[in-house]
């Protein structure tokens, strides 16, 4: 069936054993793990955790997160890592790429299915001319992915939200118009989407057609609402700012109708982990008011789910 979860990201001062231990005692099957690179912590909000260190694994490390959450009764649902891997500075997109590379093989040795991350955009370039950058890094990747036995899952978020991500922000993958560009590019079926319903609500588009679209290609799903405020769209314009007009919120207090999204994922069998990621502001004063907004999102959602 459906296995709830959480995204490890809003966990940030959390040990990996504390976030385990979390996860287990209230009620949730599994954990998407943050996986950013130790010790080079990115600005960004939810971004730069990092639960499990990729580069200092050693086989009684991996060994230990195995037993340890196999001890819990819970399972890690995938490894998550969201950089800008098509970074028009090509160091810095390297760095991206070849952290992949290393969570992928991480991944496979710890026998967790999915890495989830972006593929990345240069932000003042074409749809265009990043596809044809696609299409010279991400075969490589998704191959040793392939060989590894891991899936790729991609975050269609087009991480356009504050003015430096202006005007293509940092992720091509953002449509089903240019999913299908990705995905006749690289066939593999190996690549497939991190689905979270939330960025195509505030694009105006329907949430629930890539379900039924895209059924072989959903390889974990994420669980955000989103609040689109008319009065300000009306000012605004869709081609402001996007925060000027719609804000993150937990699942039941934005206009995603959730039992029709649940609904759809029932109609195609999806069998597989739909993780809460939390990223409304109005709950991050404190540990205790994170807690409860992990709870919150967890109580609205169960009345959907077979428990």
């Known amino acids: 069936m459906l296995d709830l979860g959480i995204v490890s990201a809003i966990l940030a001062d959390n040990t990996f054993e504390q976030a385990i231990d979390f996860v287990a005692a209230n009620g949730f099957k599994c954990i998407e793990i943050m996986c950013w690179p130790a010790g080079n912590a990115d600005a960004r909000r939810y971004a730069g955790v990092t639960h499990i260190d990729v580069e200092s694994l050693t086989p009684e490390k991996i060994a230990y997160i195995k037993e ?36 992928i093989l991480a991944a496979a040795q710890l026998g967790v299915p999915v890495v989830n991350t972006f593929i990345g955009r240069d932000i003042s370039k074409s749809v265009a001319y990043n596809l044809d950058k696609y299409k010279e890094v991400w075969p490589e990747i998704v191959k040793l992915a392939e060989d590894n036995g891991v899936k790729i899952g991609i975050e269609n978020c087009p991480m356009f939200f504050t003015d430096d991500e202006w005007p293509g922000g940092k992720n091509l993958a953002t449509t089903p118009a240019i999913w299908d560009k990705m995905f006749n590019i690289i066939p593999s079926e190996t690549l497939g989407l991190n689905y979270d319903p939330s960025h195509l609500l505030w694009q105006q588009m329907d949430y629930c057609r890539p379900i039924y679209d895209y059924t072989e290609r959903l390889h974990h799903i994420h669980l955000k609402d989103a609040k689109v405020y008319k009065e300000k769209l009306d000012r605004v314009g869709i081609m402001a700012n996007p925060l000027e007009y719609h804000s993150p919120k937990l699942p039941g207090l934005g206009d995603i109708n959730w039992g029709k999204f649940i609904s759809a994922l029932n109609d195609v069998r999806y069998r597989g982990p739909i993780v809460i990621e939390v990223e409304d502001k109005a709950y991050e004063g404190s540990s205790t008011d994170i807690e409860k907004a992990i709870l919150t999102a967890r109580n609205y959602l169960k009345q959907f789910l077979p428990y």
Do not use: M, R
């Not at 340890?68 to 800008?84: C, D, E, Q, T, W």
């Open 68 to 103: 340890y959450v196999a001890s819990k009764g819970i399972y890690i649902s995938g490894l998550g890592y969201y950089p800008n891997p098509l970074d028009a500075n090509e160091t810095q997109a390297k760095f991206f790429q070849d952290h992949i590379k290393k969570i």
